[in-house]
């Protein structure tokens, strides 16, 4: 018997990150390039701002009229006038001032603002009831970023920061790394599509094609759906080998017995050269994946239980887009910490994923262990998250605070 | 000069709840609901799986056929044939068995299958060398589902895991909350329209509006802009009420100025009743942000500093999204954890968001506080998340463990 060589997780990220290349650059409008990583290093083209600006609403000031002033004893101005707002500023003398909003630009002669709240009007003399020091409650020309300083660097990926920042510069197109379309295959011939109303005894819907798309699309790829390949193995090649022409990645699921695996290795080995990259994953569950470099392009193959397809699909599908996607670095995998409300044994050497509940305990999160056979979609939809055993553990015991991924 | 009277973050959140109910459902395919909230509860129609099926590729077996074998005592049984996949099983009589694969329909006498690797094959003859317990191996009929089982409440969120489950039900349509229009304005004579390539003095682009646009649609709302409105109340009032009948929610960005601020605070309360309900959150950055109710219609005003703005909407417009879309409960907000790399000050009874870049330390992450006033957008762009500091505390000090919020 056969036993399967399996890779560590940790290893197979390691793999993707070496084997694979980010795809070519696009020119794309901001209004669509949110989740793009650019394929440009972009530099300021000018000022941000390009003038002096308040951060309040008050009085425009040289600072130096309001030294010496306070509470008791007020700094006289005389007032010159309004900065309209999107206008230039007018100019002011010595011992003058003017009323500036939230973001208006200052007076040439004006070096900080005093805040309405610190003073009194009296006709066109206002009393300032604080002194302000040289650059209080401004912005300065250039203080956000100068003319040519780097704004965002090459493979940064675009958020609503990023987008907000390239549009306060006027850029409005930039070159990003196009998305990766991901295309996808169910295997077995149990499966018939999911939209079938009447089944046959033996035959079973095919549920992960829908999950897995959606999937996809939230890991930022363009999902294509292949169909259900029949297990013959000239057919399986050949629409494999059709489909692999028209997407980045491909992705296999449902082939968990002998007989698909066998297939899908096959094909694995036939698309193209490297081949068959990793044979099984010291993980659960999701042990039985496959994962191939056929010319260049990524191949995964999915344990066909729709909770390991699921699991494995969100973290090496994921790691797989993240790269074609031209995303630098791993992504960060923020947690919720909750106690944990039984005791789990795990394998030592295998990293376990168990679905578990949060409930609300009062005083925190407590993380219910849902319990159920790879097989049963049902426990994963009653799970808010995963908690991930390391490899190193043995097993967690009950009240143990332990971090939860939550599965959005 | 009238104070700001401001509300704690968690009774704004308390008054989204109450104000607002969940939008009006509609029918929809099961490949377009991801990320939608159920409006119905869901009843299995049929029982998951309808068989029994084998979870490993073996032999299926009467279970007591193999009791007390073991390495050295194997029992032999007949293989009387294979399980086609998708096909019904053929029957075994006593001392046989038969070849089944993962996923593979069970002979109706059979109740437990033997992994392949627990066997050797002589001819017909199979060779077991470990006993199987009734049910060992097995997926039983109606194990995940039965039919008429409560499979999804009202209510609950469609995530992958549920589309997967209801499409193995051949569920293909539901009933679920309209996604919401979120319809946006900008506020305020000095901003011009991002794409405006030559600035004049005084002038800014108005970067706020592509980037919440975003942040909407990665909430799950459908963005709507408005365009830039005029510092003239007439117009202001015009527009937003035009706006307000073809949308769901209504947002104001842009008005931090004293005047913005006043033509959005009275927009509010002619818009439609109760109107204003909050007029300032406890929360750094983006404490003059404003909630209104408008006959039923959330309208919110943001401050106008891009970092407020998007931290506020990210927040609040969350909370207001999650709610007339019909999401359950609170959202988990995940965290990163790290060392914080140096002392913050903040103010009691305010909630601080600070923004922070992650590095790795080799043990874990360290926090860096990324400093620059809330009208920086590229402070925001170089964070990887942001740190909360509760109201309770009066800062936070170098060393100190703290929890990350990812902006992603």
């Given at each position: 018997m056969k036993l399967m060589r399996v890779t560590d997780p940790d290893h197979v990220l390691k793999i993707i990150a070496e084997h694979f290349v980010p795809l070519k650059s696009e020119e794309m409008v901001l209004e669509k390039a949110g989740g793009y990583c650019l394929a440009e290093d972009i530099y300021a083209p000018?000022?941000?701002?390009?003038?002096?600006?308040?951060?309040?609403?008050?009085?425009?000031?040289?600072?130096?009229?309001?030294?010496?002033?306070?509470?008791?004893?007020?700094?006289?101005?005389?007032?010159?006038?309004?900065v309209?707002?999107?206008?230039?500023?007018?100019?002011?003398?010595?011992?003058?001032?003017?009323?500036?909003?939230?973001?208006g630009m200052l007076?040439?002669?004006?070096?900080?603002?005093?805040?309405?709240?610190?003073?009194?009007?009296?006709?066109?003399?206002?009393?300032?009831?604080?002194?302000?020091?040289?650059?209080?409650?401004?912005?300065?020309r250039g203080e956000d970023l100068k003319k040519d300083d780097p704004a965002l660097a090459k493979s940064h990926r675009l958020r609503a920061p990023e987008i907000g920042l390239l549009a306060s510069l006027g850029i409005t197109a930039v070159k990003a790394h196009r998305r990766p379309v991901v295309g996808f295959f169910s295997t077995g011939d149990e499966l018939v599509n999911y939209s079938r109303a009447e089944l046959k005894p033996g035959q079973i819907r095919d549920s992960n094609a829908p999950s897995l798309l959606y999937l996809a699309e939230q890991a930022g790829a363009e999902p294509k759906y292949g169909g259900i390949?029949?297990?013959?193995?000239?057919?399986?090649?050949?629409?494999?080998?059709?489909?692999?022409q028209e997407v980045d990645i491909l992705v296999f699921s449902g082939g968990s017995s002998v007989g698909s695996r066998d297939y899908t290795a096959r094909t694995m080995q036939e698309l193209g050269q490297p081949g068959l990259l990793v044979e099984g994953i010291s993980i659960q569950p999701g042990k039985p994946t496959l994962l191939a470099n056929c010319g260049g392009k990524p191949v995964l193959?999915?344990?066909?239980?729709?909770?390991?397809?699921?699991?494995?699909?969100?973290?090496?599908?994921?790691?797989?887009?993240?790269?074609l996607a031209g995303r630098e670095g791993k992504r960060f995998r923020p947690t919720v910490k909750a106690?944990?409300?039984?005791?789990?044994?795990?394998?030592?050497?295998?990293?376990?994923?168990?679905?578990?509940?949060?409930?609300?305990?009062?005083?925190?999160?407590?993380?219910?262990?849902?319990?159920?056979?790879?097989?049963?979609?049902?426990?994963?939809?009653?799970?808010?998250?995963?908690?991930?055993?390391?490899?190193?553990?043995?097993?967690?015991?009950?009240?143990?605070?332990?971090?939860?991924?939550?599965?959005?």
């Open positions: 000018e000022n941000i701002p390009d003038f002096n600006r308040s951060t309040v609403d008050g009085y425009a000031v040289a600072a130096k009229d309001t030294f010496g002033s306070g509470e008791g004893i007020p700094a006289v101005l005389e007032c010159v006038g309004e309209a707002m999107g206008q230039p500023a007018p100019s002011i003398g010595s011992g003058q001032c003017c009323l500036v909003h939230t973001g007076p040439p002669e004006a070096n900080a603002v005093v805040m309405i709240e610190d003073t009194d009007v009296t006709g066109a003399m206002i009393q300032c009831f604080r002194q302000v020091a040289p650059g209080e409650n401004v912005i300065h390949l029949p297990d013959n193995f000239d057919a399986f090649l050949e629409q494999s080998r059709s489909m692999l193959g999915l344990p066909g239980h729709p909770v390991s397809a699921l699991n494995i699909f969100k973290i090496f599908g994921g790691a797989i887009i993240d790269r106690a944990l409300t039984r005791n789990i044994s795990s394998r030592s050497g295998r990293t376990d994923y168990v679905r578990v509940k949060l409930t609300n305990s009062g005083e925190g999160f407590n993380a219910v262990p849902v319990f159920g056979r790879s097989g049963m979609l049902r426990t994963l939809a009653e799970a808010d998250g995963l908690l991930v055993i390391p490899a190193e553990k043995e097993g967690l015991s009950a009240g143990e605070s332990v971090e939860i991924e939550i599965w959005d």
